[in-house]
């Protein structure tokens, strides 16, 4: 029966068709010749017809082994050239990485993490997603993605976080604004000064809503953006101050900035790597792993 031709049938015939002989064949696969005929035969059986024309002197082709030989000879091309393809997605010189990143490390980290994982892996092909944290999570859960570089909240059953960077809150201020050489600062004190705030939908605005409680009532809100570009375009202008985590200011350095620590209370929030409890990762989502824990854990506030 068909079904019951196997490659090793196949590239039996194949090896004796081009060599023609059995000798040889066998001496090439390491076989003995009664053990390459049998299959030769398995497969002209299960084809109901002769491929190779034999006699005591020589091996030749049949008619129809002719007509089925380019045939063969693509199945065993074919096998071997998926062995390579697979060969080099487990050795990370070709492949696809697809991992979701929230829009923080995006504006700030990703761009190196690329460029080091690019110089050592040209081939492998990226597809990021940039969401929010959440939903930069959601796309690992759903297998959209391998892994995220993102915020990790309540934590999650189903997933594994390695923090990376603690990432503290500061005051980011214009290099005029008369906070600006001060060493450090607290909530307290910055209470009355006009501040640049992310919308209410914000993760980050949650954060602070939740440290600060009570306090955060009475920080100023008649100014409000989507996202911290836009939040440090004003500051940059010198039109107000911005709460924001420590790793947001690499995102505009075009600014003439000045970063205040605050304190009383320090907030701070974890950034790192999320991944599938229990999924192994693809070799080259693994290495592109690395090279994120490198960059990231060598950020310093």
């Not at 002989?21 to 002769?50: D, H, I, M």
């Not at 600062?185 to 600060?212: A, C, H």
Request: glycine share 6%; with cysteine.
């Amino acid at each position: 029966m068909l079904r019951d031709i196997t490659l090793g049938d196949i590239s039996a015939f194949v090896l004796v068709a081009r060599l023609e002989s059995f000798a040889l064949a066998a001496e090439e696969l390491l076989v003995t010749q009664s053990a390459l005929s049998r299959r030769v035969k398995k497969l002209e059986n299960s084809l109901g017809a002769p491929l190779l024309d034999r006699t005591t002197r020589s091996v030749t082709v049949s008619r129809l082994g002719r007509e089925f030989l380019p045939q063969a000879e693509r199945i065993v091309n074919d096998f071997h050239r998926s062995l390579d393809d697979i060969d080099q997605v487990v050795k990370v010189q070709r492949g696809i990485v697809s991992f979701s990143c929230n829009m923080t490390i995006s504006d700030t980290l990703l761009p190196e993490i690329l460029a080091q994982f690019k110089g050592t892996y040209p081939d492998i092909r990226i597809r990021v997603h940039e969401d929010s944290s959440p939903q930069a999570i959601e796309r690992v859960l759903s297998g959209q993605s391998e892994l995220a570089l993102a915020q990790f909240g309540e934590g999650h059953p189903d997933l594994e976080f390695e923090a990376l960077i603690d990432d503290r809150f500061v005051i980011a201020c214009h290099k005029s604004h008369h906070l600006a050489n001060a060493s450090s600062t607290t909530w307290e004190e910055v209470k009355d000064e006009q501040f640049v705030l992310l919308r209410s939908e914000s993760g980050t605005r949650k954060i602070l809503q939740r440290y600060l409680g009570e306090k955060y009532d009475v920080i100023s809100n008649d100014m409000q953006v989507g996202h911290f570009h836009s939040q440090l375009g004003l500051v940059g202008k010198g039109i107000g101050i911005a709460a924001i985590p420590s790793l947001v200011r690499l995102s505009r350095k075009d600014l003439e900035l000045a970063i205040i620590p605050i304190s009383k209370p320090t907030i701070r929030r974890k950034l790192g790597i999320v991944t599938y409890r229990g999924r192994s990762l693809s070799p080259a989502a693994e290495e592109l792993r690395k090279v994120a824990v490198s960059v990231m854990s060598g950020f310093s506030e």
